[in-house]
Nanobody
Framework: QVQLVESGGGLVQAGGSLRLSCTAS????????MAWFRQAPGKEREFVAG????????DYAASVKGRFTISKDNAKSTGYLQMNNLTSEDTAVYFC??????????????????WGQGTQVTVSS
């Protein structure tokens, strides 16, 4: 098993940047695919970005491509989501997730076994 803890959320003005961190403990972080999801009030949880066990391959939702960057530092057991040029549409609770199965990045939340508690990101316009 792996335990995930997010940090780095907060309030930022539109056009600003934030970097979220996901610190893992338990089993070796390099054994897991990692992703970020978000959930806005009244909306379903949606895939934001994902990466492979090594961090060498990434995938992004169309709405964040070119603005967000996911990365994974297995030596530090930490994943990151760098978010630039934020808009009010990015306001949500952001969750880190991990799974240890399969061969590709999953965009379906149901594929992920492990979840953090979430961190709030609020973008003011």
């Amino acid at each position: 098993q792996v335990q995930l803890v997010e940090s780095g959320g907060g309030l930022v003005q539109a056009g600003g940047s934030l970097r979220l961190s996901c610190t893992a403990s338990g089993r070796t972080f390099s054994s897991y695919f990692m992703a970020w999801f978000r959930q806005a009030p009244g909306k379903e949880r949606e895939f934001v970005a994902g990466t492979t066990r090594s961090g060498s391959t990434t995938d992004y939702a169309a709405s964040v491509k070119g603005r967000f960057t996911i990365s994974k530092d297995n030596a530090k057991s930490t994943g990151y989501l760098q978010m630039n040029n934020l808009t009010s549409e990015d306001t949500a609770v952001y969750f880190c997730a991990a799974h240890g199965r399969g061969l590709a990045i999953a965009t379906d939340a149901g594929r992920y076994e492990y979840w953090g508690q979430g961190t709030q990101v609020t973008v003011s316009s």
